[in-house]
């Protein structure tokens, strides 16, 4: 069984919880409690493997001040990123987070889970609104190697699931890349056994 831990943050109002309870419930209520962290959990299969996917969805967050994260940068093992495409302090505000998630992962040299951040412009049914380009949208998640698409939490059921499945299924392929990337323990041994006697045999 896997367990997936996906954190889907952004500034106040984005729609972090519309996103959430539409992929969960594939409804959209149009209020949310807003003053409330969740973690929601689902059971749930994805190519045919048996998940258990955690989403954690915090309450708003600071749009001033250091962004700390440290908690939800051990927590995850991907990130849903919202901004507000009317809203261009939200974009800002997302470009903060994929800032310091890319400043995190170069510190720990986890490049393998870098990809596993999905950058979401929500709100595309208020384009008469509009604040932030999808191309600005574009080139942010580009420059932080990260997916990207813009979507209405409102109006798009099925564009909410593929975007959640897109970031899950990233997260399996990293989990898969990094197994492959540690040699099993009796593998690595040998290998160390071989190399020493087998050089030492070849010198006498
Ligand atoms: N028009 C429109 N409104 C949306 C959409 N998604 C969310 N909203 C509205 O935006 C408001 C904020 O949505 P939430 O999901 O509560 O946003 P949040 O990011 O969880 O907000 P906090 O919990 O305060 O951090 C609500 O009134 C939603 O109905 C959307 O795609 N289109």
């Not at 903060?96 to 393998?112: G, T």
């Not at 595309?124 to 380009?133: A, I, K, N, T, Y």
């Amino acid at each position: 069984m896997n367990e997936l831990k996906l954190a889907v943050l952004g500034s106040r109002g984005a729609g972090k919880s519309a996103l959430t309870v539409r992929f969960l419930t594939r409804r959209f209520i149009g209020e949310y409690a807003s003053n409330s962290e969740c973690i929601y959990t689902k059971h749930f299969c994805l190519d045919g493997r048996q998940m258990n996917l955690e989403i954690y969805d915090p309450c708003s967050q600071p749009r001033q001040g250091k962004l700390s994260l440290t908690d939800e940068l051990h927590w995850a093992d991907g990130f849903v990123i919202v901004y507000d495409i009317s809203d261009r302090a939200s974009f800002a505000f997302a470009k903060a987070l994929l800032y310091r998630i890319r400043d995190s992962h170069l510190a720990a040299c986890k490049r393998v889970v870098e990809s596993a951040v999905f950058l979401v412009g929500n709100k595309q049914d208020l384009c008469h609104l509009r604040e932030v380009g999808w191309d600005e949208g574009q080139k942010l998640a580009m420059d932080n190697k990260c997916q990207f698409c813009e979507l209405s939490a409102a109006e798009h059921c099925q564009e909410v699931i593929t975007m959640f499945t897109k970031v899950l299924r990233t997260i399996i392929t990293n989990f898969k890349l990094k197994e492959k990337r540690r040699p099993s323990g009796s593998k690595s041994m040998a290998k160390l056994i071989n190399n020493m006697f087998g050089k030492r045999r070849k010198s006498v």
